[in-house]
């Protein structure tokens, strides 16, 4: 099971930028795709969420009505588009994949690697 994250980049503030996550090695038909960001010195935190069969979307307040979560299930790619874009949206994000709707990092099972967003003032 492989998750692997890009679209990272430098931004500045009121940009935007997509992220995606591309799955391989199994079928993700059963599974929760979450992003979740850390921040240089702050704990790791869920950004947003979407079940890969029923299309339920979840967001942190933090992003609500910035972020748009969606997935395309013929490419087992997630992606995060992420618009208005401010300094405080600096992070590492990762995706992850788990059995379960969760918002804490250690509910997922698979992590892919981070992709680091900049977002300058």
């Known amino acids: 099971v492989q998750l692997q994250a890009f679209g990272g980049g430098l931004v500045q503030a009121g940009g935007s930028l997509r992220l995606s996550c591309a799955a391989s090695?199994?079928?993700?038909?059963?599974?929760?795709v979450g992003w979740l960001r850390q921040a240089p010195g702050k704990e790791r935190e869920f950004v947003a969420g979407?079940?890969?069969?029923?299309?339920?979307?979840y967001y942190a307040d933090s992003v609500k009505g910035r972020f748009t979560i969606s997935r395309d299930n013929a490419k087992n790619t997630v992606y995060l588009q992420m618009n208005s874009l401010k300094p405080e949206d600096t992070a590492v994000y990762y995706c992850?994949?788990?059995?379960?709707?969760?918002?804490?990092?250690?509910?997922?099972?698979?992590w892919g690697q981070g992709t680091l967003v900049t977002v300058s003032s």
């Open positions: 090695g199994r079928t993700f038909s059963n599974y929760f």
């Open positions: 992850a994949a788990g059995t379960a709707v969760a918002a804490r990092p250690t509910a997922y099972d698979y």
């Open positions: 979407i079940t890969w069969s029923g299309g339920s979307t």
